[in-house]
Structures are given as structure tokens and as C-alpha cells.
T-cell receptor
């Protein structure tokens, strides 16, 4: 059973460009979470999605950030008009209706 | 979710048991204690969770005090690969699906040869 997949693993964008981060949950998992880890800081929750629904987006910045988890395909975290402060590691986790969340390897976004 | 308190860092000799404490004095009756770890810059790894009984799996043991105000994660025979930041997290888990994890600063555990 493959684990949570994230791609790309590393992403470099210039200021003002768009960044798209993808997350494929573990097989059979219908819950997806996105977390962000700024350099030298802990992980911060961003958004929790189930198939086609956003359940909790309390950690998402109000502007430029959006997330989706369509019926088919991976979950996408989209950052428009990136700024240097968006440079971070973005982790995706998935779960079933049980209690544990399993994390992917992360996408490291660098904004130049 | 209840707040947790962990020592910022700990050291342990390779081959010895590593005991990581966590205080969660405001824990509610329906809140679980979870432990995750993050090795270097990898994604966090689930270790174990429990409600009130002690738990053991292939990775570790979790000892929860009777009043549930604190717990200890035990790595019975620490290896160099156990060097990581260990997070103790308290949260409610519902049958509809697990909720977000709130990470604190964790304990940076260093295993020394």
C-alpha cells in the first residue's frame, strides 16, 4: 500500500507566479489535510478536506491560497502571486474515518 | 484541544530506553493523546495514541497517568535513527473523521552513540 504522495518535492517560483502543490492520499483515504512548516518553526494546520468538500479552512490565509480535493484525482493546494514569505515546506496528510493521519514527504517551496 | 507541555530537548544513549514526558493537565474526558515524530525535514510520522489505558506497538509504549494529566512515550531501545523532534498532541477524535492536529514545539530528542 503506497503512502501519501506529494509532488513536486521541490518547487521554485519567482515572486508573483503561481504554485500548485499536489497530494495523492493513501488508498482508501477520503480525508486530506494540508499543513505548512516555515523555516525553523513547527507545523501549522491550513485546511481539511473530504472529497469535493472543504471541512475546515481555519488555517488558510484569506487571500491567494485555495485548496480542492476533487472527486477524481489528487488534492491541490494553490498559491497565487507567491511572495517570499510563502517559502516553506508544505505537508499533506490523509486519513480514513479512524484516528491516525499519515503524512507525505512534503513539497519544499522556494520563492525567489 | 487541550494544551501540552514538553521539555524542549533531551538526550539519550544509544541502546537505552528513551522516556519522553508530556503534561496535558487540561485534557478532557473525550480527548486522546497522540505522539508523532519528525525526523530531520521529513513528514511527521505517527507513533502511537491512547485514551486512558497504556498502549504498546512495534515502535513504542505510551503510559498515561490515572488522572490523565500527563503521559510518557517510551522508546525501549533507542537507536541513532530515533533522533527526531517528538510531538505530543491532545485532541478529540470523532467517528466522522479525524480533526486537525495542533503541533506545539515538541521535544528534540538526540540519541548519542
Amino acid at each position: 500500500n503506497a503512502g501519501v504522495m506529494q509532488n513536486p518535492r521541490h518547487l521554485v517560483r519567482r515572486r508573483g507566479q503561481e504554485a500548485r502543490l499536489r497530494c495523492s492520499p493513501m488508498k482508501g483515504h477520503s480525508h486530506v489535510y494540508w499543513y505548512r512548516q516555515l523555516p525553523e518553526e513547527g507545523l501549522k494546520f491550513m485546511v481539511y478536506l473530504q472529497k469535493e468538500n472543504i471541512i475546515d479552512e481555519s488555517g488558510m490565509p484569506k487571500e491567494r491560497f485555495s485548496a480542492e480535493f476533487p472527486k477524481e484525482g489528487p488534492s491541490i493546494l494553490r498559491i497565487q502571486q507567491v511572495v517570499r514569505g510563502d517559502s516553506a515546506a508544505y505537508f499533506c496528510a490523509s486519513s480514513t474515518s479512524s484516528y491516525e493521519q499519515y503524512f507525505g514527504p512534503g513539497t519544499r517551496l522556494t520563492v525567489t | 484541544d487541550a494544551k501540552t507541555t514538553q521539555p524542549p530537548s533531551m538526550d539519550c544513549a544509544e541502546g537505552r530506553a528513551a522516556n519522553l514526558p508530556c503534561n496535558h493537565s487540561t485534557i478532557s474526558g473525550n480527548e486522546y493523546v497522540y505522539w508523532y515524530r519528525q525526523i530531520h525535514s521529513q513528514g511527521p510520522q505517527y507513533i502511537i495514541h491512547g485514551l486512558k489505558n497504556n498502549e504498546t506497538n512495534e515502535m513504542a509504549s505510551l503510559i498515561i497517568t490515572e488522572d490523565r494529566k500527563s503521559s510518557t512515550l517510551i522508546l525501549p531501545h533507542a537507536t541513532l535513527r530515533d533522533t527526531a523532534v517528538y510531538y505530543c498532541i491532545v485532541r478529540v477524535a470523532t467517528v466522522q473523521g479525524a480533526q486537525k492536529l495542533v503541533f506545539g514545539q515538541g521535544t528534540r530528542l538526540t540519541i548519542n552513540p
